[in-house]
């Protein structure tokens, strides 16, 4: 069987999309028609009823009875959740940046919560273009973020941010879209001003979001004896120990979002069983270089096994794809920038080296976890934002994170994100994402209710 949530966004890559036939595309009007099920987020489609809702639908044009018949026929054949159905899906992830003269929908006037270093109009940032785009997937719309409906949604529920600086961007990204309705407060029991760990609610709408640091997903700390050949630091990542940190204060949330990439670009030691097991750039002697491909992947095996190890979470775990950086003309710490001031079309660029493999392992693991986690009942979802956040180079603060005199680790930052911004698009994502997993679970159960129907 497959399973739409790890399906891969990028057609180029692995392969061109299939074309619908005609009839394929009549059908899908006809239970669009009936069903009024959006069919353009990938997950949906698989769990939709074909059979059952054509055949005892008198609605549908007799037109394209020859094509449901046949369909059927298939359908009823597989005894399985239809496959045919996935031609017919729209891939939210895949498509262009479209020119959106109403964005932004917030300023660093009417948002306290923009990040200084993500402030990137503060700092005399000069261009404005950046802020005036929307995501139009191919084939289908993906509506402006309504904060409204998100927190209607979301009453009496929880978030958390699990992850790096790039999940509290989108965490404070997310603040802002919602600032037009409401601002939370801060109900965190020990005050952080650095947000690396912080718990907000939305006292109209019992609402909690909260976000938990954890650079690498796993339990990690810098190195005290050396700064590193690149002397930025080198960390010292256990890659078979939970950061509890995190894992033991997820357990009550509703939905997760768990993140993780740029750090595991610097040097690192890496520990297994209490032994040092290899490294990523760290020159010392005597320790095997396994590269940074290694520990990404044990990183998140171990950060989902913690998920799937938990006793009393009953969340969703939205898995937030790798944001890939852009630095020109150099890395981050050899004078690389990102000048650009326009976003990318999809045929000019694509994701390919230390990016897309960085994917790849997401996916991969990904996949794992939901194996694993649907023996406990545990969902996850695919946030994937890596070829929406590809394809914007334009995006990022560059040099107008901090005033020009300012020494900062990140001079040129082509990682973070301008806050209004592109990031401000993964929310757009995760509310329809949301809004899908609503009629997602009640098309589940009315499949569920009419295999049981079948088979009394
Ligand atoms: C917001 O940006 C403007 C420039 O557009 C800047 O002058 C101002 O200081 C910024 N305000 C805050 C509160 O960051
Ligand atoms: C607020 O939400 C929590 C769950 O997050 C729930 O346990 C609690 O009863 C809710 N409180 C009110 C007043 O609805
Ligand atoms: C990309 O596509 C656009 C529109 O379809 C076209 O105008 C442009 O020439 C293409 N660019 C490249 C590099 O192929
Ligand atoms: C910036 O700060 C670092 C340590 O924080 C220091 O080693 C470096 O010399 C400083 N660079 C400049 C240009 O001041």
Same mark, same amino acid.
């Not at 891939?91 to 940046?97: A, L, P």
């Not at 520990?295 to 989902?304: E, P, Q």
């Not at 913690?306 to 890939?324: C, D, H």
């Not at 695919?382 to 334009?394: C, E, F, I, V, W």
């Given at each position: 069987?497959k399973?739409?949530?790890?399906?891969?966004?990028?057609?180029?890559?692995c392969?061109?999309? @299939?074309?619908?036939?005609?009839?394929?595309?009549?059908?899908?009007?006809?239970?669009?028609?009936?069903?009024?099920?959006?069919l353009?987020?990938?997950?949906?489609? @698989?769990?939709?009823?074909?059979?059952?809702?054509?055949?005892?639908?008198?609605?549908?044009?007799?037109?394209?009875?020859?094509?449901?018949?046949?369909?059927?026929?298939?359908?009823?054949?597989e005894?399985?959740?239809?496959?045919?159905?996935?031609?017919?899906?729209c891939?939210?992830?895949?498509?262009?940046?479209v020119?959106?003269?109403?964005?932004?929908?917030?300023?660093?006037?009417?948002?306290?919560?923009?990040?200084?270093?993500?402030?990137?109009?503060?700092?005399?940032?000069?261009?404005?273009?950046?802020?005036?785009?929307?995501?139009?997937?191919?084939?289908?719309?993906?509506?402006?973020?309504?904060?409204?409906q998100?927190?209607?949604?979301?009453?009496?529920?929880?978030?958390?941010?699990?992850?790096?600086?790039?999940?509290?961007?989108?965490?404070?990204?997310?603040i802002?879209?919602?600032? =037009?309705?409401?601002?939370?407060?801060?109900?965190?029991?020990?005050?952080?001003?650095?947000?690396?760990?912080i =718990?907000?609610?939305?006292?109209s709408?019992?609402?909690?979001?909260?976000?938990?640091?954890?650079?690498h997903?796993?339990?990690?700390?810098?190195?005290?004896?050396?700064?590193?050949?690149?002397?930025?630091?080198?960390?010292?990542l256990?890659?078979?120990?939970?950061?509890?940190?995190?894992?033991?204060?997820?357990?009550?949330?509703d939905?997760?979002?768990l993140?993780?990439?740029?750090?595991?670009?610097r040097?690192?030691?890496?520990?297994?069983n209490?032994?040092?097991s290899?490294?990523?750039?760290?020159?010392?002697?005597?320790?095997?270089?396994?590269?940074?491909?290694y520990?990404?992947?044990?990183?998140? =095996?171990?950060?989902?096994k913690?998920?799937?190890?938990? @006793?009393?979470?009953?969340?969703?775990?939205?898995?937030?794809?790798?944001?890939?950086s852009?630095?020109?003309?150099?890395?981050?710490?050899?004078?690389?920038?990102?000048l650009?001031?326009?976003?990318?079309?999809s045929?000019e660029?694509?994701?390919?080296?230390?990016?897309?493999?960085?994917?790849?392992?997401q996916?991969?693991?990904?996949?794992?976890?939901?194996k694993?986690?649907?023996?406990?009942?545990?969902?996850?979802?695919?946030?994937?934002?890596?070829?929406?956040?590809?394809?914007?180079?334009?995006?990022?603060?560059?040099?107008?994170?901090h005033?020009?005199?300012?020494?900062?680790?990140?001079y040129?930052?082509?990682?973070?994100?301008?806050?209004?911004?592109p990031?401000?698009?993964?929310?757009?994502?995760?509310?329809?994402?949301?809004?899908?997993?609503?009629? =997602?679970?009640?098309?589940?159960?009315?499949?569920?209710?009419s295999?049981?129907?079948?088979l009394?």
């Open positions: 069987m399973h739409h949530d790890i399906e891969l966004p990028f057609g180029k890559i392969q061109a999309p @299939q074309k619908s036939p005609k009839k394929v595309v009549l059908l899908v009007f006809a239970l669009l028609l009936l069903t009024i099920i959006p353009y987020y990938p997950s949906i489609s @698989q769990s939709l009823f074909v059979s059952e809702t054509v055949n005892s639908n008198p609605l549908v044009p007799s037109s394209s009875s020859s094509s449901q018949d046949h369909l059927n026929d298939h359908v009823h054949e005894d399985d959740l239809p496959s045919v159905t996935s031609n017919l899906k891939d939210i992830f895949t498509g262009e940046w020119p959106n003269p109403e964005a932004p929908y917030y300023t660093n006037k009417t948002c306290w919560a923009i990040h200084e270093h993500q402030n990137c109009m503060k700092y005399g940032r000069p261009d404005t273009e950046f802020m005036k785009w929307r995501w139009k997937p191919d084939g289908c719309e993906l509506p402006i973020f309504n904060p409204a998100f927190l209607e949604l979301l009453r009496g529920k929880s978030l958390a941010f699990v992850g790096d600086s790039v999940g509290r961007n989108q965490m404070q990204s997310l802002c879209l919602l600032s =037009r309705v409401e601002y939370p407060i801060d109900v965190s029991i020990t005050p952080d001003p650095t947000q690396k760990f =718990r907000w609610k939305y006292m709408y019992n609402f909690t979001m909260a976000t938990f640091w954890t650079p997903l796993i339990k990690s700390k810098a190195a005290t004896y050396t700064n590193g050949p690149t002397k930025t630091g080198l960390f010292e256990y890659l078979d120990e939970f950061d509890e940190a995190w894992t033991t204060q997820v357990e009550e949330f939905y997760i979002i993140s993780a990439g740029h750090w595991f670009f040097s690192m030691v890496y520990y297994e209490q032994k040092i290899g490294c990523h750039y760290c020159l010392l002697d005597n320790v095997p270089d396994v590269g940074i491909f520990g990404y992947r044990k990183a998140f =095996r171990s950060a989902f913690a998920i799937n190890s938990l @006793q009393n979470y009953k969340g969703i775990t939205y898995v937030r794809t790798f944001a890939p852009h630095f020109e003309n150099g890395l981050w710490n050899q004078g690389g920038n990102c650009r001031t326009m976003p990318f079309r045929n660029t694509q994701l390919e080296g230390a990016n897309l493999e960085l994917y790849m392992i996916i991969e693991e990904f996949r794992n976890a939901v694993e986690g649907r023996k406990k009942g545990l969902k996850y979802r695919l946030l994937d934002t890596t070829q929406a956040s590809l394809l914007r180079p334009d995006g990022h603060p560059s040099r107008y994170g005033w020009p005199h300012e020494n900062v680790t990140l040129n930052d082509c990682v973070h994100w301008c806050l209004p911004g990031i401000d698009t993964w929310s757009d994502f995760l509310l329809e994402m949301l809004k899908m997993e609503g009629m =997602r679970s009640a098309e589940e159960k009315k499949l569920m209710m295999k049981d129907r079948r009394n």
